[in-house]
Structure formats: C-alpha cells, structure tokens
C-alpha cells in the first residue's frame, strides 16, 4: 500500500469514528430528552391536581391564604414553557418544580393542624393520589438523572468532549431534591 492510501484510510477511519460517536452523543441528548419529557409528563400531573387541593383547603384555611397564593404562583411559576435542548432554562424549570415541591409539602405539613380538613374525604383521597404522582415524578427523575448522567459522561470524556464542542451538544443539569425538601418540615413555623 502507498503512504497515500494509508493517509486515507486513517483519515476515513477516523472521519467515521467521529461519525459514530456522534450518532451516540445524539441518541444520549434524546434519550436525556425523552427522560425530561417523562418528568414533565408526571409533572403537569401535579399541576393539574394542585388547583382542586388549594381551592378545598381554601374553605377551612383561612389562616393560611398567604400560603395558598404562595403555592399558586409557584405552580404558575413551574408551569411556564421552557426550551428543553437548553441547559439553563432546563435547570430554571427543574429549580422552579423543586421549589414547587416544598412548598405543597409545607401545605400539607400545615394542613396537619387543621383536624376538619386533615379528615375531609376529598383531602384524603387528594392526598393519595398527590403521593402516588410524588412516586411516579420520584422515578421518572432517576431515569432522567441516569440518562443524564449517560449524556454528560460522553460529553465529557475525550473524544466525545472535541465532538460535543463541534456539534454543540452540551451537558444537561439533574433533576435534583433542594435539601430543604429533604428535611422534616416544622409545621409550627408556618403558624400564627
């Protein structure tokens, strides 16, 4: 073979090399993406069941009105549209879903003190199905995070890392639970 022939095929073989690692970048950004989709699936399920909630609870907590119009500014909040192939407004969305998700846990913890409506039959029921979509968010985020994860370890490790940077592919941010979200909460706080 002539040093000709040679140059070419390393320069083939790397062109398709290239090529498929590139094809793998795209198929972890999909996947991360589809993953996203998931979460905001499960997501607007909560949305959807968080006005009926409020506007029960409304009746007995009087008291409480600062927190209701809290958690429905919050709610309007994480329901504004973002661009899912951007990073930043990725992670402003999954910050405003974690800061909606203290707050109705802070809703519930008050709710606590309110005998008449802790027993209210709708509550309940409210309640259950608010956990059952809490466990549902709960797994589609780890998918998510895992394809994630998946993404920014090819983005990040050579030669992903040249590709990436050609292509514009980029790292995406984890779905992660603020600590604050990770601690009892006090409900006497909340309480005149």
Not at 19 to 35: C, D, F, P, T
Not at 55 to 72: I, N, P, Q, V
Not at 172 to 192: G, H, N, Q, T, W
């Amino acid at each position: 073979m002539s040093e000709t022939t040679i140059v070419m095929l390393v320069i083939g073989a790397v062109l398709v090399g290239g090529y498929i690692w590139y094809i793998s970048l795209i198929g972890r950004r999909n996947k991360a993406l589809e993953a996203l989709s998931s979460i905001d699936v499960q997501l607007r399920k909560r949305h959807d069941l968080l006005p009926n909630i409020l506007k029960l609870a409304s009746r007995f907590m009087k008291h409480e009105r600062e927190l209701l119009d809290r958690l429905t500014a919050l709610r309007a909040k994480a329901q504004q549209d973002y661009h899912p192939q951007d990073p930043d407004a990725v992670q402003n969305h999954l910050q405003s879903e974690s800061e909606l998700q203290s707050g109705i846990l802070q809703f519930f913890a008050v709710a606590e003190n309110y005998p008449e409506l802790k027993s209210h039959e709708t509550i309940v029921r409210a309640q259950d199905t608010f956990a059952e979509v809490e466990g549902h968010i709960s797994a589609a985020r780890r998918f998510y995070n895992s394809a994630v994860t998946d993404l920014n370890n090819a983005v990040q490790i050579f030669p992903g890392s040249m590709i990436a940077t050609m292509t514009g592919v980029k790292t995406m941010p984890y779905f992660e639970i603020e600590e604050a979200a990770r601690k009892p909460v006090d409900a006497s706080a909340y309480l005149d």
